[in-house]
């Protein structure tokens, strides 16, 4: 059965609430029953009082007497080529002080104030705009807040003083043009002489270049200064001024542009059973890291220049080790006894860093070398382990124990991701030859060049 909603009782209909519309006298007209004229003028006075609005507040009066304001500013006070809005003028502010002094000076105000009474203003409105005429009045013209100069009166002459002329300064400064005579230029100043080469040093330098290609395959171990030392030589001449060094850096980068003088493609350098192309000694170029045939070379060189001290492990070790254990690099040293020498210098390269473990083999001691300085842990105890177990199949058990493990700290670092690979083979480098570490990030690209000749000469630099 469908729920039948309950009429609540509501109270009668009054037209007294509702507003008042264009057909409200119609509407009330119509009907059965004729409303006498008295009746009739009643219930409209009523409607009227019951349904018009109270009055709003009036709005935007202040917003009418900045514009007024503006208005005078613009039309009597300040010229009509600086049309700036009131609030640049600064001093219109403060209205509680402007009425203060109006009360002061006996409420004067000037002819503005009629003419605001005539246009219908309300009176607060014509005391403030009146004070503010008159405060604008009877102040002495000053400098303008926005920092402009007050603009001179028609009355008061311009002064034109300190006119100085282009020519002699004791002659008398005049207005207006001067005569052509007068004019004198400014001396002009000599432009320095030109340094440049001349054709013999230019052909020298491109002779030096020529010979260079041929014995390192490309100009990466090139620097400028070896080609200044060689031209001071040969012409026994100073070419070691910045204006001269520029001009023999332009000669060389001018013969590198050319097709073919860049790099030689079949250029090869070869040592016992390493092979190195130009693409494993373009490493060696600027920010590029070092691949592992670049490594094994250097560090056989490295061992070669030391044999009775010194020797090297291949980079392939560490990761043999990791991975297989003892039973993968046990055949690595079977035709050498790594207990009789004095340094083992074990490369280890992790994903993309290179580091090196240094073993100390009278002092049974491990050091980890890294130009990043991280603690790797697990290399130190892998070497030992290894260690332990070729003591055992060589028969020496003075090897078997004892071993300790150090992080060297004071080394130097590197302060990017490329120089890992050039560090560590100064580290085996210096190392091998009882040197201290006297390098650091600012000799990489100088030692790189230097790797790069080492390399090509099979020898290294001592």
Partial sequence: ?????????????????????????????????????????????????????????????????????????????????????????????????????????????????????????????????????????????????????????????ILITNVCTVGNQETPATNGPLPQEELTPPPEKEAPPTVTLTQEHVACVQSILDQFLQTYGSLIPLGTDEVVEKLEDVFQQSFSTPARRTVVQHVIQSYQRHPGNAMLRGFRVTYKRHVLSMDDLGTLYGQNWLNDQVMNMYGDLVMDTVPDKVHFFNSFFYDKLRTKGYEGVKRWTKNVDIFNKQLLLIPIHLEVHWSLVCVDVPNRTITYFDSQRTLNRRCPKHIAKYLQAEAVKKERPEYVSGWKGFFKMNVARQNNDSDCGAFVLQYCKFLALGLPFTFGQQDMPKLRRQIYKELCHCKLAV
């Avoid at 008042?20 to 059965?32: C, I, P, S, V, W």
């Avoid at 006498?36 to 507040?57: F, Q, S, V, W, Y």
């Avoid at 049309?83 to 000037?110: A, I, V």
């Avoid at 246009?119 to 402009?148: I, K, Q, W």
Wanted: charged share 30%.
């Fill in 1 to 157: 059965m469908r729920h039948a909603p309950v009429q609540r009782h509501l109270p009668p209909f009054s037209p007294h609430c509702l507003a008042r519309a264009k057909n409200d006298k119609l509407f009330y007209t119509q009907g059965e029953e004729s409303w006498g004229e008295e009746e009739d003028e009643e219930e409209e006075e009523g409607l009227i009082r019951a349904c018009t609005p109270p009055p709003r507040p009036r709005r935007g009066r202040r917003q009418r007497l900045r514009n007024m304001r503006s208005l005078y500013l613009r039309l009597y006070k300040r010229s009509a080529v600086l049309p700036f809005h009131w609030k640049l003028w600064g001093g219109l502010g403060g209205r509680r002080k402007r009425l203060w002094r109006k009360g002061r000076e006996g409420g004067s105000c000037s002819a503005g104030a009629e003419l605001d009474k005539a246009h219908g203003r309300g009176a607060e409105e014509v005391a403030s705009l009146a004070n503010h005429v008159a405060e604008e009045e009877t102040e002495p013209p000053h400098g303008l807040p926005n920092g402009f100069s007050p603009l001179p009166s028609e009355s008061d002459p």
